[in-house]
């Protein structure tokens, strides 16, 4: 192996551990943006989040792609929305898993 081919094998390997690391930071970023949309009560921004395909699961239900995660938010939570008090959520423990272009995650959510 020549010195330019080892270069070029190292480049590419580089490039692609940032990669990963720039897809996680993308995510965990996304886990916040879930956040603030949930607190800010914006249910329709929260569930843009969403892909067709996405689901949400949890104590309040189940509900597949964007229509039906904002319905369910409405539904479950809207009548909590005059409160005076902040509404915070935290998210904890991130599993991420990365597959090509695919990830699947899990986390912790608590609510104050």
Same mark, same amino acid.
């Given at each position: ?36 949309? =949930?607190?800010? *009560?914006?249910?329709?921004?929260? +569930?843009?989040?969403? #892909? ?6 949890? @104590? ?11 319905? =369910?938010?409405? *539904?479950?939570?809207?009548?909590? +929305?005059?409160?005076? #008090? ?6 904890? @423990? ?19």
């Amino acid at each position: 192996m020549t010195a330019e081919t080892q270069v070029a094998n190292d480049t590419t390997a580089l490039d692609a551990r940032v990669r990963r690391l720039e897809d996680l930071e993308a995510i965990w970023r996304l886990f916040m943006e879930y956040r603030r949309c =949930l607190d800010r *009560r914006d249910f329709a921004a929260y +569930s843009q989040l969403f #892909t067709d395909e996405g689901e949400w699961l949890g @104590n309040l239900g189940r509900a597949s792609g964007p229509a039906e995660i904002e319905q =369910l938010l409405i *539904r479950t939570m809207e009548g909590w +929305s005059g409160e005076q #008090t902040a509404h915070l959520h935290l998210v904890d @423990n991130p599993v991420i898993d990365l597959d090509g272009d695919r990830a699947t995650s899990e986390s912790t959510w608590v609510f104050v």
